[in-house]
């Protein structure tokens, strides 16, 4: 704070810092002028505002299926499973089953199973297929580095 002066006094300051005088407040009545280095300045706010879009939390998202589930549903899902961890989103699977399907917990690994395989390229298994509850089996896979 070195309070109100006169421009070229206030000038011949910065030059002598080896900053810039910048003005702050042009609207204010006198006008506020601050000693700073400019670029400095400018440098970082560039380096805040291009850092901001690239953060991106992990989320873990889930597709569900059924044992019945049709051959083009379960491609859909898979091509959604793939955005997901294109965006470097977890995808957990389940399986769910009802009734008689329970007695067939084979296709539902069966099918898991070449869903990991067709997702191979773009992710890794970070939990095998396993049942999580009487009526559900699941995995969970995560994206390559």
Do not use: W
Not at 53 to 70: D, E, F, N, V, Y
Not at 79 to 105: P, S, T, Y
């Amino acid at each position: 704070m070195l309070g109100e002066m006169p421009t070229d006094k206030a000038r011949q300051l910065a030059v002598e810092a080896g900053l810039d005088l910048v003005e702050v407040a042009a609207d204010a009545r006198p006008p506020v002028c601050r000693i700073m280095d400019h670029g400095k300045v400018q440098y970082e706010r560039k380096k805040k505002q291009s850092d901001g879009g690239k953060t991106h939390r992990t989320q873990l998202k889930q597709i569900r299926l059924r044992a019945k589930t049709g051959d083009h549903d379960i491609d859909f899902k898979v091509r959604r499973a793939e955005q997901f961890l294109k965006r470097n989103d977890k995808v957990k699977i389940n399986v769910m089953f009802r009734g008689r399907e329970n007695a067939h917990h084979e296709r539902g690994r069966e099918m898991l199973l070449e869903i990991i395989d067709t997702l191979q390229e773009v992710s890794t298994v970070e939990k095998p297929p396993s049942m999580e509850s009487q009526r559900m089996m699941t995995t969970i896979l995560a994206p390559k580095k």
